[in-house]
């Protein structure tokens, strides 16, 4: 039997309607609705353009997420698709396994190096940002094993946090609307509170509020056993869990107690890297600490190909390879597509357009133009707070006025703002009260001003609405 190909890239004869009931009736989305799932009608978004998307019937949208905080410099580049074309032709595929390499995935970790902080200088690849996390800790693990501290096996995370969708990172994470009726790995994640500053205790300074949260870190080590806990992750702001950003300080001070106990740090900078807090990686000229561990994916290769990587200290790596190796020690981690060829001239393409293009230093020209706009829109009732950093922001729905947590109806005011950004031409993304922003890098002050114009309309739009 021949299956016929009904829609590809160069045949999408089929009507918005057919693609939605072909979707509906195979496909399983991420974060799926289960019970509307196989009735609700999909957008689909089928064409790209800089910082702009269009839907399969041609209407076009202000990506205001850039497809899920990863298209950094912008759809439709030509430049990333002939890279890729050509690798293809050259050489689409070789194994990485044990002693064999290509070219592409060789250079490409020594530009992570470069682009790295301190000794981060040893690069696993991995073909998402789940398997990066993943990858780090399984190296944490086997490092600790391999020096003779078995028990050093604890990991500490963050409630809200967000790291991935395998079954170790899903257990990282920390959002407990994700949890379900999944299984979750919980006799070795600790979970302790994240920074929320808007949601602080009401008259606790940001001072006091760092303190406080360090404190809860320094008890939970010392409830655990310092000899029993292996690492420490976290985001440098949480994403997904509502843009939370850290008051002063907290990443030094977090950073400087992992080494009073020698417990290893993970920044996961899936998010946060390539350009979006106007860096490369934001660990040092942002936070000022260099961690153990920083995982990459996303903006690595701007969402053109699938990638993630590890970047892995010296010393860490030393300590355990060459002479210093244990017996038998192989590090048997990684997959089929770690260095793909294809997806390393992504990447590599990528990076030399944010270089070439001045990415990082037009974001931070127009991060703090972004902050401010949106600082606007504080003015209307139903918003609580707009925070972030560069181009990494959201807007908290607070109609309840409840200082300490999102109730039902600040939730239904955010969905009715998305609604109506939604009908307006801006994609933004609803979470819980939140609307959280994060567009491509390549936005420029005009659509800033047209992005934040839709969200003060719709804000009113929504005001109206739920009178
Ligand atoms: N870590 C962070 C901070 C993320 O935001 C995400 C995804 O949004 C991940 C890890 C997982 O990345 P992926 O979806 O590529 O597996």
């Known amino acids: 039997m021949t299956i016929q190909v009904k829609a590809t890239a160069a045949h999408p004869a089929v009507t918005t309607e057919q693609i939605s009931e072909t979707d509906k009736r195979h496909t399983i989305h991420p974060w799926a609705d289960l019970a509307t799932a196989p009735t609700t009608g999909d ?15 041609g209407k076009r949208y202000i990506d205001g997420i850039a497809g899920m905080w990863c298209v950094n410099i912008g759809y439709g580049n030509v430049e990333i698709a002939e890279a890729i074309a050509k690798q293809a032709q050259k050489l689409a595929y070789y194994t990485p396994f044990g002693a064999m390499t290509n070219p592409l995935s060789a250079e490409l970790a020594r530009v992570l190096a470069e682009l790295t902080p301190g000794d981060l200088n040893r690069v696993q690849f991995t073909t998402s940002g789940s398997g990066a996390v993943d990858s780090a ?14 028990e050093k096996k604890h990991i500490i995370s963050r409630l809200e946090s967000y790291h ?18 999944f299984h979750y790995m919980d006799d070795i994640i600790h979970h302790i509170s994240c920074p929320n500053p808007y949601r602080r205790e009401p008259g606790l300074s940001l001072e006091a509020y760092c303190q406080q949260l360090l404190g809860e870190f320094e008890d939970k080590i010392n409830e655990i056993g310092a000899d029993n806990i292996a690492c420490f992750i976290a985001e440098p702001i949480m994403g997904s869990g509502g843009v939370l950003v850290p008051p002063t ?3 030094k001070g977090m950073k400087a107690l992992c080494e009073k106990y020698d417990i290893l740090y993970i920044l996961d900078e899936v ?7 106007g860096h490369f990686f934001s660990a040092e000229p942002v936070w000022e600490i260099i961690p153990d561990l920083i995982t990459c994916a996303k903006g690595i290769t701007s969402g053109y190909q699938p990638m993630g990587a590890v970047i892995i200290s010296d010393r860490l790596f030393d300590r355990i390879s060459g002479d210093n190796a244990p ?4 590090f048997t981690n990684g997959y089929t597509y770690s260095g793909h060829p294809i997806t390393c001239a992504a990447a590599l393409k990528n990076i030399e357009i944010i270089q070439r293009d001045n990415i990082c230093e037009h974001v931070r020209e127009v991060g703090p133009y972004f902050i401010e706009r949106l600082k606007t829109l504080e003015k209307y009732d139903i918003v609580g707070e707009t925070r972030g950093n560069h181009l990494m922001a959201c807007v908290e729905c607070n109609i309840s006025g409840n200082p300490v947590a999102a109730e039902d109806k600040d939730i239904t005011a955010a969905r009715t703002v998305d609604k109506f950004c939604d009908e307006a031409g801006l994609i933004v993304r609803p979470y819980e009260a939140l609307l959280i922003l994060s567009p491509p890098l390549v936005i420029d002050k005009e659509g800033i001003d047209q992005l934040v114009s839709i969200l003060a309309q719709s804000i009113e739009q929504a005001t109206e609405e739920l009178k």
């Open 249 to 251: 300080g907290y990443h």
């Open 327 to 330: 017996e038998a020690a192989y």
């Open 271 to 277: 998010v946060t890297g390539f350009g979006r807090l």
């Open 137 to 150: 800790i399984r190296f944490v693990h086997f490092y600790f094993n391999a020096i003779g501290k078995p």
């Open 43 to 57: 957008l689909v978004i089928s064409k790209g353009e800089g910082y702009h998307v269009y839907d399969s019937d």
């Open 164 to 181: 991935g969708s395998s079954y170790l990172t899903a257990s990282l994470s920390g959002k407990q609307v994700d949890r379900t009726y």
